[in-house]
């Protein structure tokens, strides 16, 4: 996934609660954070909106991944 987190210039956590509010966009993502850095760097989250065709291949590649190894 790195290659989408470096088109997206987010981090790979940045991507994973994108992909979440994209598939749930009536789910808030909570987590708890220990300095305010943290509460910041995931307050910026907001500003990673995923495309579809992104979603689809995020959506591919898990999916190889659990055939490969079970889910």
């Given at each position: 996934?790195?290659?989408i987190c470096e088109e997206y210039h987010c981090?790979?956590?940045?991507?994973?609660?994108?992909?979440?509010?994209?598939?749930?966009?009536?789910?808030?993502?909570?987590y708890g954070a220990?300095?305010?850095?943290h509460l910041e760097a995931g307050a910026?989250?907001?500003n990673v909106t995923l495309r579809d065709d992104t979603v689809?291949?995020?959506r591919r590649r898990a999916e190889e991944l659990e055939a490969k190894?079970?889910?």
């Open positions: 996934m790195k290659d981090t790979q956590t940045d991507l994973a609660i994108a992909f979440i509010r994209h598939n749930r966009p009536y789910v808030n993502v909570i220990r300095k305010i850095k910026a989250t907001v689809a291949e995020i190894y079970g889910g």
